[in-house]
């Protein structure tokens, strides 16, 4: 294996192979000519904690509550407008 500096970017992206593509570390470390240690030493660094997904998550349900609302409440007020207007036409 080469010895070698490695940009941030590339170790970022050798982190992300393994935690967001689930690549096994040691394909990754053969792959990207890097030392298996290495890989474990830029996960520990770069890789983002289990409970930021889960706060991800979350802020995700709320945005998703909020759109549903609000388009539940368009929908209800089309309902009433179409019910409206064919009242009339009649």
């Known amino acids: 294996m080469g010895t070698g500096s490695f940009t941030e ?3 970022r992206d ?3 192979q393994i ?7 040691a394909e990754v470390s053969q792959r990207l000519g890097v030392s298996p240690h290495s890989l474990y030493a830029w ?3 770069f890789a983002k904690p289990a409970g930021s997904g889960e706060a991800d ?3 995700e349900i709320r945005r998703l509550k909020k759109e549903l ?3 539940t409440e ?3 007020i089309l309902k009433k407008a179409t019910a409206y207007f064919a009242r009339d036409a009649k």
């Open 19 to 25: 935690t967001e593509r689930g690549y096994p570390v």
């Open 74 to 76: 368009e929908r209800d």
């Open 69 to 71: 609302a609000r388009v």
């Open 43 to 45: 996960k520990k660094k």
């Open 14 to 16: 050798a982190v992300a």
């Open 57 to 59: 998550q979350a802020g």
């Open 9 to 11: 970017d590339f170790k």
